[in-house]
């Protein structure tokens, strides 16, 4: 059954609302040399191992040489197993090659490389690269919750394609929509894709048909035109899952006049950028957090626009860490 809750805009705080549910910089040392084994004939390190998302990082990989050109490749522990996530060329002759290693979103990785030698394939040892954010976040995290029936995004099929009704958004919504997304992704790993923009008003508890094959809207609007804002709601979130869990569409409205209450952009509270945050969060999955140290605290008025620890744990449970759990067998 659906299920609602939330607290009037009216109220001196603020708040923002929930979701209706539906059936990683330190200075960079100097590179490491890494050697190579009859016992071990390919070996791999890292030339850091704890980084800021984004953060360049490179890996280091040598062999014995030989008389052809090898494909070195990367591998990711994931739930599923190893998962191949980038490669590079090992010339001819060569002994070492210097590989990038993905840093995008919040993550503990566990590495590991692979080529042929004497025509066997070679696998190296395991290599761990922490990615984290640039601040420090603040609050416990355990501060976090999904929703009681817990869904989320399979990180695997895509990015999250999205569509905007932006007739009656304020100046910069649009960037300050992007940027909400940006911090989601580096969060998640979840990918968001704009694909044009529509006229479709969210109806709450109805899953509609999106422009261009989005599965999600988000649209600024004012009191009256959705039941989303009945009750005075700045902002909020519908989401439908299927039988496994797994999110197929969400709607955001978001009260068009929602600027005359909240200052632009993200830094202290209260910002637009939190609301947007806010509302986004529960679309990839969680809801409200009992601290004001966490953008999932349902009183905009009180939240700076940075995740806290609560929120970084609860959208790592929702994230791509979480692998293609949707996968048949």
Request: aromatic letters at 6%; proline letters at 7%; charged letters at 15%.
């Amino acid at each position: 059954m659906p299920h609602t809750h939330g607290v009037p805009a009216s109220r001196l705080s603020l708040p923002v609302a929930t979701v209706l549910c539906f059936l990683a910089l330190a200075a960079v040392p100097a590179q490491p040399t890494v050697a190579w084994s009859a016992e071990q004939p390919i070996a791999f390190s890292l030339d850091r191992s704890d980084v800021t998302a984004g953060a360049k990082v490179t890996g280091v990989v040598s062999v014995v040489a030989e008389s052809e050109e090898r494909v070195v490749r990367i591998e990711r522990a994931m739930p599923e197993g190893w998962v191949h996530v980038g490669s590079a060329v090992l010339p001819a002759g060569a002994t070492e090659v210097l590989v990038p290693m993905p840093t995008g979103y919040y993550s503990s990785y566990s590495y590991r490389v692979s080529t042929t030698s004497e025509q066997a394939l070679v696998t190296s040892s395991e290599q761990t690269l922490d990615v984290g954010p640039a601040f420090v976040p603040a609050g416990p995290p355990g501060d976090w919750a999904a929703w009681a029936v817990e869904q989320r995004w399979d990180p695997c099929v895509g990015p999250i394609r999205y569509v905007v009704n932006a007739g009656q958004a304020w100046p910069r919504a649009l960037a300050e929509t992007r940027e909400a997304l940006r911090r989601i992704t580096r969060a998640t790993g979840l990918r968001f894709l704009a694909v044009g923009s529509t006229r479709v008003v969210p109806k709450g508890r109805q899953i509609q048909r999106l422009p261009n094959g989005a599965d999600l809207v988000i649209a600024w609007l004012r009191r009256g035109q959705t039941p989303l804002l009945s009750g005075g709601h700045l902002g909020r979130t519908s989401s439908f899952h299927d039988g496994e869990g797994r999110t197929t569409h969400a709607q955001v409205a978001i009260r068009r006049n929602a600027d005359r209450y909240l200052k632009p952009g993200f830094g202290a509270a209260p910002r637009r950028g939190s609301l947007l945050m806010h509302e986004l969060t529960h679309v990839v999955g969680l809801d409200h957090a009992r601290s004001s140290s966490q953008i999932m605290y349902p009183d905009v008025s009180a939240v700076a626009s940075q995740f806290g620890s609560g929120d970084l744990r609860g959208l790592a449970h929702v994230g791509a860490q979480r692998g293609c759990v949707f996968t048949a067998a």
